[in-house]
């Protein structure tokens, strides 16, 4: 079935009868030739790359929730290329142009509005900083403004500008940045991979990893043994859980994000704004809600819900940059499980173990990766080679102290990136 402006006027005048399932929902065999396990973002994308970029079909893509219940559906659905450090700038520029072709690619409304991005600044250092980052974004041929108070008053005009505590100076525009449907995006993707023949297994928990002489064989799971020639590991917050079921120690901690949404309200906040000051950052939604979050909760966890200090934290934050949000009214908020890394920067490698690779790693800001991370992981699962883009996401920097991308530089404290 394929969606089309005709299709929607066709089911609109005869009952909406002609709509079919997504996906399937088939019962695993007993082998595969790889197996990705985990059906968030990055597991669906990686599944659908394989099988679009390198033609394999006999794939599985095991979950042990529903599809798409993770963080890819937790998350505050923000998309830029707005990084500083080689390493990441290449590679989350390509995420970008994969994300302006994405719709037409899956046949599926992700939603991706390209609203525009403002970091706000502070102080003369930080607008330094962000003049610094934005040549870097203009280097390497994405796109950013710097605006001094004025400018950001024309956009922003809601804001705070007369505070005391933490005035504005400016911010850097980044025009291309913006938000997607998170929900859609792991839909599209599933609905891609299961066109190309791909098995989507819910309800099926990975509980073991099969390892002989040195090489995977396939996993343990809650529906029995499957089989398979190469096993991706692709579970964000799980990542530590599942990597010791191969007998590895990974330098990831995992801590909760939690994010807010308000009651329904008119258009009033028309791009992503974040504060230089606090963690603090919001957009609107297309429903109305404003959707907002902060910074993660400080200790480790694998609890899906936050604390309640740190909603304080974000709403105070809130409130300080455009005290209007107050009378807006809290609907919802709810936590995800971060895989944080020593340097804030992600893991896409194979392992120490022959067939068996993972992604992960990607912190609070995954959900922009979706596409280049499965295309990258696709890439090195199918040819054993690193894409040139992700060359620099080695496991092996924890180790030996080289090639750490530090975008935040804060050094190896995983709850301070
Ligand atoms: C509140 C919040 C706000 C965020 N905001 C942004 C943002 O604005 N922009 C941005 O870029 N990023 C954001 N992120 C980060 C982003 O959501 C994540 O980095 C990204 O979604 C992680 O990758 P994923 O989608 O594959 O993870 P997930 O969706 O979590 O996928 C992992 C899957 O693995 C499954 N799994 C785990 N263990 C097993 C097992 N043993 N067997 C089988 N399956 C298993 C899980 O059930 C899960 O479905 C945010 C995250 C949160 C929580």
């Known amino acids: 079935m394929r969606f089309s402006g005709l299709k929607i006027l066709k089911e609109g005048l005869t009952g909406n009868k002609g709509w079919t399932e997504h996906w399937r929902n088939p019962e695993p065999k007993k082998e595969y030739d790889i197996l990705i396990i985990g059906g968030g973002g990055h597991g669906l994308s990686t599944a659908y790359y394989l099988a679009k970029n390198h033609g394999i079909k006999n794939i599985a893509v095991l979950e042990k929730g ?30 970008l142009k994969l994300w302006e072709g994405l719709e037409q690619d899956l046949n599926y409304n992700v939603m991706h509005s390209k609203r525009g991005l ?5 102080s003369d250092g930080q607008r330094d900083a962000f003049a610094r980052r934005g040549n870097a974004m203009i280097n390497q041929g994405d796109d950013a403004i710097l605006l001094d108070k004025d400018g950001v008053r024309d956009l922003l005009p809601y804001l705070d500008f007369e505070q005391t505590r933490f005035p504005i100076y400016g911010g850097l525009y980044h025009p ?63 990542s530590g859980q599942l990597a010791a079921m ?26 992503v704004v974040s504060f230089g000051m606090g963690h603090f950052y919001i957009s609107q939604s297309d429903k109305g809600g404003l959707v907002f979050g902060g910074d993660l909760d400080f200790y480790t966890s694998y609890a899906q819900r936050g604390n309640l200090p740190m909603k304080e934290h974000v709403m105070e934050a809130g409130m300080t940059l455009m005290p209007m949000i107050g009378k807006a009214r809290v609907l919802r908020s709810w936590g995800g499980i971060m895989d944080m ?22 912190c609070y800001g995954g959900f922009k990766a979706v596409p280049a991370s499965g295309y990258c992981f696709a890439h090195l699962m199918a040819t054993d080679r690193h894409h040139e883009v992700a060359s620099g996401f080695r496991l092996s920097r924890f180790k030996t102290g080289y090639g750490l991308i530090d975008e935040e530089g804060t050094g190896s404290q995983h709850n301070l990136h």
Not at 118 to 122: A, E, G
Not at 189 to 198: L, N, P, Q, S
Not at 253 to 269: N, R
């Open 176 to 238: 291309r940045g913006g938000s997607a449907r998170h929900d859609a995006v792991a839909w599209g993707y599933a609905r891609g991979a299961d066109t190309r023949g791909v098995d989507l297994i819910q309800n099926c928990e990975v509980t073991g990893i099969d390892i002989k002489q040195g090489r995977v064989t396939g996993v343990q799971t809650t529906r029995g043994a499957i089989n398979a020639k190469k096993v991706g590991i692709v579970v964000a917050g799980r």
């Open 341 to 362: 890394t020593p340097d804030g920067s992600p893991i896409i490698d194979k392992t120490s173990i022959d067939g068996l690779y993972i992604d992960c790693g990607w």
């Open 118 to 122: 403002i970091n706000l600044f502070h």
């Open 66 to 95: 529903y599809l798409g219940g993770g963080n890819v559906g937790r998350n505050t659905t923000i998309v830029r290329a707005n990084y500083f450090l080689p390493g990441n700038s290449e590679f989350y520029s390509h995420s």
């Open 246 to 271: 191969a007998g590895m120690n990974l330098p990831i901690e995992s801590h909760i994000l939690q994010a807010f949404v308000t009651e329904g309200l008119k258009p009033c906040i028309d791009h």
